[in-house]
Structures are given as structure tokens and as C-alpha cells.
């Protein structure tokens, strides 16, 4: 294992995050909140710290290979959630250090659950950091990672695949200027959202909140009450669609902007999880208009805000939606398993995947009817599947489903109930933000929860970010025996 390169690249994560915490300080100096040394603290012993960590390690290094990259991965994650969860803990909203780096994990994950109450009379430097925390998050630590190619000397095209699990469309060949486009992309979108927020009645300071919580599918809010907070259709309507768009494969936007290719249409996982939000709007719609719940305007703004919210895993809430009936309730349970699409900042299982495990489940009914048909193999985005990339699909599924049951056993050990035990595992590995129930369903929070249920749900967040096999690989005897 070449450590030398991840202390080189931790201390570098340090150090930008030293400096990221100005930004937060400043805001809360001219506000007259105290929690300005609570920032200009942190931010010293992190520019300290990582710069004596990457002074000490800087160098030449020759060897780096896959598992140096799921090694680095893991642990810029961690040494992310610890840096991220400092302030917080520092700072005068009285949390535990527990709560402070399940919040911390909640935000670089872009789970978007919380344990604070209390937000619309918070410290805005507090508040501000938590969106910094997801807004970085949203392309990944990693992406810094792989923008130090030039003192690595080294491909980081490993760590976006170990992260994002894309290894196609590799069509600009340097990993550094395909990071690079990607953050401007990232950036530029986030801009045109916090502007269209400004001009429909946010704040300036809300507006820059919930873009940068919005694009990351995040879902962190500076109110209790989250996105219902702001009233109206076109503003919900207008996250509804940047939450979309947040769920796309960032690729796709550095087509258009870069290359002038316009490939939306054309994009297979795109169709898919269209269809999905559609189908799933308007089976709710139908069902709230037909029980006269809501007329059809109102039913459709709040169908198609929370649809769009849970599958791109941005948790933002207008409504608590799991009193409308079990059925709807039950919709969207399953719709926090889906997720976005691979190569966008949304979490869940994925809409690639579910196409590659829906083609090849319908290739083994069709063999078992006709057995003596010769079938070709799935094809996806008119290139057949390799039999390892489905291996991998269905062994990632796998375990995405033992892990569930475990991380439910584990909650229902500490003493929750069944229907918190097991909303809260699926949003945590997910990375959706809020589960069902009483206790941390669309209007409750996590603050209630006990240490040992929200050390479980931090590990499970972390795993459904890093995509789990990244995470698991370093437990293996295996892995650091060759």
C-alpha cells in the first residue's frame, strides 16, 4: 500500500478545508455570532495540521493501483466527516461530538437528516456550513483528490471509478480536465439555481443555502420546516426541477457545455428515470384527486415535488406525505431505494443498474421458457454488457439488500421500532435525508435517536456513498495480505 499518497492527499483535504472555513467565520462576524472563533479556530488546526501533512509527504510516487484508490477513498471520506464535524461541535449549538459527525457524515454524503432543531434562529456560519459540507460533497471529495494529479504524478481516473462507479463515457482523456469540467459544470448550475431562488422571493443568504443543497441532493435547509417553508408553486416547481437535474450524469451537462452535445434524449438511464418520476406523479396524482385530497394544480406541485425529492435522494419536504394513506406511504419507501442515475450526485441504488439487472433477469426468463433460443447478450446504450459490469451489478444489489437487513437488526437492537428501524437504514444507505414514521419521517428529525442508532446510521451513509464495495474491500483479509 503506497500510505504515502494518502497522507499527502488527507492533508491536502485539510488544508482546503481550512480555508473553506473562513468563508463561514466571516459570515458569522459581521452577523455578531460568537461561533466566528469556533471557525477561526478549526481552521487554524487544519491548515496546521494538513500542511504539516503535506509537506511531510510531498514527493514523487511511481506506485499507485486500485487498491491504493479504494484505501484513499475510505479514508478522505473519513478524515472529510472529521474535519466537517469540528465546528459543529465547537460552535454553540450544544451537540454531542456523536451528533456533531453524524451531521458532518449527513452533509458530505448529501443525506441531507439531521439532529439540530431550532434552524431558522441558528447561526448562519453554522448553517452555511452545513450546505459548504454538502455542496463539496455533491461531486465527491475525490474530485480534489484527482485535481492533484499533477503533484501525484499519477492517473486519478481509479478514485472516480472507485467513487462513481462510471467507467464509461471516458471521452476527455485526461482525468484532471474531465474533473475540472465537471466542477464548472456543478458550479454553473448551482449559480443559475441560487439566481432563479433569489428572483422568486428567497433571500440572498436561503437562496445560496438551498442551491448548493439542491444540486448535491442534499436536502439541508435553514428552516425547521424545510422547503415548505417558502410557499408558492413556481418555487417549488423550480426545484423540482434542478432536484432533476441533480439526478442526471454529470457528463452529460459537460457535453453540452464543452462539446455542444446535446445528448439528453439519448442517454438510456435518463429515459428510465424520467419514466419513473412521471409514472410515479401521476399514480400519486390520480390517488389524491380521486380521494379528494387535493385538487389536480395542488395535487401535482406536491406529487411531483416529493416524488422528485425522494428519488434524486435530496430529502427536501413540503408536506408529510405518510399521512396521505399506506399506499402512498409504501410509493415511496420503494422510491428511496432507486436513486438517480450513476455519475450524478444523487445516492440510492441507481437507475443503471436496475436497467442492467432488469435486461438480464429478462434474458434468464426468456432462456428458461425457450431454452433451445440462442439470445444475445443485453445490450446498454447500444454496447453489450460485459459479463463482469452485470457480475458486479448483481453482487453490489446483493449486498445492498444484506447490509439493510443487518443495519435493521442493528437499529432494532437499540430499541427503536420496526417502522424507524427500517425507513431509517433505507435512507441512510440510500442517502435520502428523511425516513417514515413519527420520529424521522418528512417533519421529525434524527435528534431523538440514541448514540449507538446514530453511530450505525453514520457507518450506513458512509456506505452508501462510497457504494459500499470501496468500504467492505478493506475488511477483507485478502486485500491487505497481497
Not at 436536502?219 to 408553486?233: I, L, V
Not at 416529493?306 to 399506499?327: E, K, R
Request: aromatic share 16%; hydrophobic share 55%.
Amino acid at each position: 500500500m503506497n500510505f504515502k499518497v494518502t497522507f499527502f492527499t488527507c492533508g491536502m483535504i485539510m488544508v482546503i478545508l481550512g480555508v473553506a472555513m473562513i468563508i463561514p467565520a466571516i459570515v458569522d462576524y459581521f452577523a455578531g455570532s460568537p461561533n466566528v472563533l469556533a471557525f477561526l479556530f478549526c481552521a487554524a488546526v487544519c491548515l496546521f495540521l494538513g500542511g504539516g501533512l503535506t509537506i511531510s509527504s510531498w514527493g514523487k510516487f511511481d506506485r499507485f493501483g486500485i487498491r491504493d484508490g479504494a484505501f484513499l477513498t475510505t479514508v478522505s471520506w473519513l478524515v472529510f466527516a472529521l474535519v466537517g464535524a469540528a465546528p459543529l461541535y465547537f460552535a454553540d449549538i450544544n451537540i454531542s461530538f456523536t451528533d456533531a459527525f453524524f451531521e458532518s457524515v449527513s452533509g458530505i454524503t448529501t443525506t441531507g437528516s439531521t439532529i439540530l432543531t431550532g434552524l431558522d434562529s441558528m447561526s448562519r456560519g453554522v448553517l452555511l456550513w452545513r450546505s459548504m459540507l454538502q455542496g463539496i460533497g455533491g461531486m465527491g471529495i475525490i474530485a480534489f483528490a484527482m485535481l492533484l494529479f499533477p503533484f501525484l504524478n499519477i492517473g486519478g481516473m481509479q478514485l472516480f471509478q472507485a467513487e462513481s462507479s462510471d467507467r464509461s463515457d471516458k471521452f476527455i482523456p485526461k482525468a484532471r480536465e474531465l474533473v475540472l469540467r465537471l466542477i464548472i459544470a456543478y458550479v454553473a448550475l448551482c449559480a443559475l439555481c441560487a439566481v432563479a431562488y433569489y428572483f422568486l422571493g428567497m433571500s440572498f443568504f436561503d437562496a445560496v443555502n438551498h442551491a448548493l443543497a439542491t444540486l448535491s441532493t442534499g436536502g439541508f435547509s435553514t428552516h425547521d420546516s424545510s422547503f415548505a417553508f417558502f410557499k408558492g408553486a413556481p418555487i417549488q416547481l423550480t426545484a423540482t426541477v434542478f432536484m432533476f437535474l441533480g439526478s442526471l450524469p454529470f457528463v452529460l451537462f459537460v457535453r453540452h457545455m464543452f462539446l455542444g452535445q446535446f445528448a439528453y434524449h439519448k442517454d438510456e438511464q435518463t429515459k428510465w428515470f424520467l419514466a419513473i418520476v412521471l409514472a410515479s406523479t401521476v399514480v400519486i396524482v390520480a390517488w389524491l384527486v380521486f380521494h379528494g385530497v387535493k385538487p389536480i394544480d395542488e395535487a401535482f406541485v406536491l406529487a411531483s415535488f416529493n416524488v422528485v425529492s425522494v428519488l434524486s435522494t435530496t430529502g427536501f419536504a413540503t408536506t408529510d406525505y405518510t399521512i396521505w394513506s399506506p399506499f402512498i406511504t409504501g410509493i415511496f419507501f420503494f422510491l428511496t431505494y432507486v436513486g438517480g442515475c450513476t455519475g450524478s450526485t444523487a445516492g440510492g441504488i441507481k437507475v443503471m443498474r436496475l436497467i442492467v439487472a432488469f435486461k438480464t433477469t429478462k434474458r434468464q426468463f426468456i432462456r428458461l421458457i425457450f431454452p433451445n433460443i440462442m439470445l444475445t447478450s443485453p445490450h446498454y446504450q447500444g454496447k453489450l454488457l460485459d459479463t463482469s459490469l452485470t457480475i458486479n451489478v448483481m453482487a453490489f444489489m446483493f449486498l445492498y439488500v444484506v447490509l439493510n437487513v443487518f443495519l435493521v437488526l442493528g437499529l432494532l437492537w437499540t430499541g427503536l421500532d420496526i417502522e424507524t428501524a427500517f425507513s431509517g437504514a433505507a435512507t441512510a444507505i440510500a442517502n435520502v435525508g428523511p425516513g417514515i414514521g413519527s420520529i424521522i419521517g418528512p417533519v421529525g428529525n434524527f435528534q431523538s435517536l440514541p448514540d449507538s442508532a446514530t453511530w450505525m446510521l453514520s457507518f450506513g451513509m458512509l456506505l452508501g456513498r462510497l457504494e459500499i464495495l470501496t468500504v467492505l474491500v478493506l475488511f477483507s483479509p485478502h486485500f491487505w495480505r497481497y
